[in-house]
């Protein structure tokens, strides 16, 4: 069970940039398809970013191109969501996510098998 935490949420002003982490124990993080997904409330959850291993190809929701970043430390076990230009509509929880080779293509929640519990983001106007 790889086990995944969250951490950097938290209350900002429209405009603020915040940078969330994940980090992991798991010694074959570097083998996962890490991906940071989001729900809002009242909404379904749904993929932010995404990041190959090896590669480190990139993938991100339409809404978010240009002012999130996803990266990932594969000597530190973590993962990493720069967001700026934060909105109100970007308020939401943030999980973390691992996932095979699968999840990539799919940007799916149901080919992820590892979950944080998330941490939450509230953008005030």
């Known amino acids: 069970q790889v086990q995944l935490i969250e951490s950097g949420g938290g209350l900002v002003q429209a405009g603020a940039s915040l940078t969330l982490t994940c980090t992991t124990s798991?010694?074959?993080?570097?083998?996962?398809?890490m991906g940071w997904f989001r729900q809002g409330p009242g909404k379904e959850r749904t993929l932010v970013a995404a990041?190959?291993?090896?590669?480190?190809?990139?993938d991100y929701a339409d809404s978010v191109k240009g002012r999130f970043t996803i990266s990932r430390d594969d000597s530190k076990n973590t993962l990493y969501l720069r967001m700026t230009g934060l909105k109100p509509s970007d308020t939401a929880v943030y999980y973390c996510?691992?996932?095979?080779?699968?999840?990539?293509?799919?940007?799916?929640?149901?080919?992820?098998?590892?979950w944080g519990r998330g941490t939450h983001v509230t953008v005030f106007s």
């Open positions: 990041i190959m291993p090896k590669s480190r190809n990139t």
């Open positions: 798991e010694r074959t993080f570097s083998e996962y398809v």
């Open positions: 996510a691992a996932g095979g080779p699968p999840a990539y293509a799919s940007g799916k929640d149901y080919h992820y098998n590892f």
